[in-house]
């Protein structure tokens, strides 16, 4: 999203860590985690568009980079992102049995390169230059706010 009378935008990062991912390799073997890998990357790949950039970050760690995004704006995706995995189901392929659900865990780093308006001011101790940040956390037990 572009401020009003500024040319700077805002991006935010997303991380993404899926929630007891090492009991699904160990129990289920690395076959199976990988295409638990796969999936939740395929429905981050679903959630984003344009120019945003999705990345798979570590084990079952994935980043998503959000330009020209506030945080704002990163909420709705990083909860759809959210919604999205944990309405997911894990089932074995031969008997169709339930093996679990998935859950993850988000935090996002928003930076603004806006300037000040003229009613507001910079973080104390903050050159009126350098970004502004909103850091925010989700975790899988609750829904984002």
Known sequence: MMRV???KPDFT???LDIEHFKKVDDNFGHLLGDKFICFVGGIIKKCVKGKDLESRYGGEEFTILLPDTDHRDALVVAE???ATTESGKLVRSDTRKLIGT???SLKWLSISR???TKNSSPAPMMPSTMPRATVAT???AKPMS
């Open 5 to 7: 009378g500024t040319d």
């Open 13 to 15: 990062l997303v991380l």
């Open 80 to 82: 759809n992102i959210r």
């Open 102 to 104: 998935i859950t993850a």
């Open 114 to 116: 806006a300037s000040p």
């Open 138 to 140: 989700r975790s899988p």
